[in-house]
């Protein structure tokens, strides 16, 4: 006990002897010096700036210190501590740190070997192949076999196949990314007179095209709502494969093989769903639909699913025909409006045009309509690779729509890329 309070006595009196105070202390009187207490009590505080300042920064420790912290780092936290600076990622590109990372990942699943610790796998490398790739080899090797594994698992998911429209049954459970993937952009100072396809008391809609529904207050012209519609096909894609500034990039399309370009386009298969609010109107498949060369016009070939003169084949709308909406004040139903939902197969079973797009019914006059029961309406939707028109009737006894035409356009330009003619 006597030694350790000598100990911090010897301490004390060093302490003193750095001040330079006086042997009495505090209140004794100044030495040869000159020092008072006023001057003691500001060289405290620029040892305090002076220690404030000569605080040791991360970005100052040797590279030996840090690629230690970065070995506890898991994937995710090291590919982001990379992007602090050009250090930084020259450090976090190490090929020791990726590799242990890596064992880890992908060790052997086998029973019966027998899997070593995390330091134990990475030592056992040889020390020369890692040496000898260079910098961030291991990284790309382990973001690759990352990414082949999640695409393996998309393609066990999206197996089963709903039989008519040929697309995965499963899409929701796939379209669960963990990052943020930009699908499409819009331009919000386009929405105009020619964009709007119908409104309420309260709201107008414009719609843009690929499938976006903007609702505005007609009072004050302000943002009510935005509603997304995507359609199902390469949705998985999109939302997986892109990254949050820049969108999934189809592959080059191979043109298949007509095996009569002179016979024109058969055996299509067309599935089509009107909708609102988890409530369907209409969800319809039409098999061995064609078209013959002659049925080119202005640019698009004709495929008649519904036929006006066939009345077997129309078809009612279920329900009344709305598309709802709603806010955290309001909502509300716009009449004669709904979301269509397009999918066209080709002779191959591929498809070939897909869209999902908020569509509304307009009455057409006395001359443009067949002649029939009650009022005439149509639903028309164009994009760049083709056109839908609906003609519709309301029968005022039975109060629905009947579908007493459909018919598709579709442009030769997709056609002659789609197939390699020359249409």
């Known amino acids: 006990m006597a030694t350790g309070r000598g100990r911090l006595l010897q301490q004390h009196w060093r302490g003193l002897q750095a001040l330079r105070l006086p042997p009495g202390g505090v209140g004794a009187a100044p030495g040869p010096a000159g020092f008072s207490l006023r001057q003691c009590a500001g060289r405290g505080r620029l040892r305090a700036e002076s220690t404030a300042e000569r605080s040791v920064s991360l970005d100052s420790m040797p590279s030996e210190v840090l690629l230690k912290i970065f070995s506890n780092l898991d994937a995710v936290t090291l590919l982001c501590t990379g992007c602090v600076n050009r250090r930084f990622y020259h450090l976090a590109n190490d090929n020791f740190l990726w590799i242990r990372i890596y064992s880890a990942a992908f060790s052997p699943k086998r029973s019966n070997w027998k899997?070593?610790?995390?330091?134990?796998?990475?030592?056992?490398?040889?020390?020369?192949?890692?040496?000898?790739?260079?910098?961030?080899?291991?990284?790309?090797?382990?973001?690759?076999?990352?990414?082949?594994?999640?695409?393996?698992?998309?393609?066990?998911?999206?197996?089963?196949?709903?039989?008519?429209?040929?697309?995965?049954?499963?899409?929701?459970?796939?379209?669960?990314?963990?990052?943020?993937?930009?699908?499409?952009?819009?331009n919000l100072s386009n929405l105009t007179?020619?964009?709007?396809?119908?409104?309420?008391?309260l709201l107008r809609i414009f719609c843009l095209c690929p499938g976006l529904l903007v609702g505005l207050w007609k009072r004050e012209e302000e943002?009510?709502?935005?509603?997304?519609?995507?359609?199902?096909?390469?949705?998985?894609?999109?939302?997986?494969?892109?990254?949050?500034?820049?969108?999934?990039?189809?592959?080059p399309h191979t043109p298949l093989l007509d095996d009569n370009p002179e016979y024109g386009l058969h055996g299509y298969q067309l599935h089509i769903d009107m909708h609102s609010g988890g409530i369907f109107y209409l969800c319809g498949t039409f098999r061995n639909l064609f078209t013959k060369k002659g049925y080119i016009e202005d640019g698009y070939v004709k495929i008649v699913v519904i036929s006006f003169k066939n009345n077997t084949e129309h078809l009612p709308l279920i329900g009344k025909v709305g598309l709802s909406w709603r806010t955290d004040i309001f909502d509300g139903c716009i009449k004669s409006c709904s979301i269509m939902d397009i999918t066209l197969?080709?002779?191959?079973?591929?498809?070939?045009?897909?869209?999902?797009?908020?569509?509304?019914?307009?009455?057409?006059?006395?001359?443009?309509?067949?002649?029939?029961?009650?009022?005439?309406?149509?639903?028309?939707?164009?994009?760049?690779?083709?056109?839908?028109?609906?003609?519709?009737?309301?029968?005022?006894?039975?109060?629905?729509?009947?579908?007493?035409?459909?018919?598709?356009?579709?442009?030769?330009?997709?056609?002659?890329?789609?197939?390699?003619?020359a249409y």
Request: hydrophobic letters at 40%.
């Open 115 to 186: 899997v070593n610790s995390v330091e134990k796998t990475a030592g056992s490398v040889n020390v020369l192949s890692v040496k000898d790739k260079e910098a961030g080899y291991w990284k790309k090797e382990y973001i690759a076999k990352q990414r082949a594994r999640v695409r393996a698992a998309l393609a066990q998911v999206l197996k089963p196949v709903n039989p008519y429209t040929g697309l995965p049954v499963k899409t929701k459970e796939a379209v669960r990314p963990r990052w943020h993937s930009l699908i499409a952009k819009y």
């Open 193 to 201: 007179e020619s964009t709007m396809i119908g409104g309420d008391r």
């Open 345 to 421: 197969l080709d002779e191959y079973g591929k498809p070939f045009w897909c869209f999902s797009s908020p569509v509304c019914m307009r009455a057409l006059g006395p001359s443009d309509g067949p002649s029939f029961l009650g009022q005439t309406s149509c639903v028309d939707y164009v994009d760049s690779e083709g056109k839908v028109h609906v003609e519709l009737v309301w029968i005022k006894e039975t109060e629905e729509y009947f579908i007493v035409s459909l018919v598709l356009y579709l442009r030769v330009a997709k056609i002659n890329h789609w197939f390699g003619t």
């Open 223 to 251: 943002l009510a709502f935005v509603m997304a519609n995507l359609h199902f096909h390469q949705l998985v894609e999109k939302s997986t494969l892109g990254s949050a500034t820049v969108p999934y990039e189809l592959p």
